[in-house]
């Protein structure tokens, strides 16, 4: 199984960027799919969390601006990103859990991360 994100890099403030996660090596059909962050000397926090029904999970700081959403047939995960601000650079991973995204600790599956750098 493997989780490969891409779409990260350099951009101003008020920018946008759009990452993608691709999914491989089973269906994550019934799965809880999404993206954490994790700053420098900072704890890896859920930003967005999407199961293919019902109501999608956001961070209070990213909502109104991120939008998460999958493609069933792709098996993939994406997250657009607008009105970036410079707190929202960290390191981007994506995961995938038969439960929950609540607790890093316990996430099934993680991809390698892409990161995301926010200029002033």
């Known amino acids: 199984v493997q989780l490969q994100a891409s779409g990260g890099g350099l951009v101003q403030a008020g920018g946008s960027l759009r990452l993608s996660c691709s999914a491989s090596?089973?269906?994550?059909?019934?799965?809880?799919m999404g993206w954490f962050r994790q700053a420098p000397d900072k704890e890896r926090e859920v930003v967005a969390a999407?199961?293919?029904?019902?109501?999608?999970y956001y961070l209070h700081s990213v909502k109104g601006r991120f939008i998460i959403s999958r493609d069933s047939a792709k098996n993939t995960v994406y997250l657009q990103m607008n009105s970036l601000k410079p707190e929202d650079t960290a390191v981007y991973y994506c995961?995938?859990?038969?439960?929950?995204?609540?607790?890093?600790?316990?996430?099934?599956?993680w991809g390698r991360g892409t990161q995301v750098t926010v200029s002033s």
């Open positions: 995961a995938a859990d038969s439960y929950t995204l609540s607790n890093p600790n316990d996430v099934n599956y």
């Open positions: 090596g089973r269906t994550f059909s019934s799965y809880v």
């Open positions: 999407a199961r293919l029904s019902g109501s999608p």
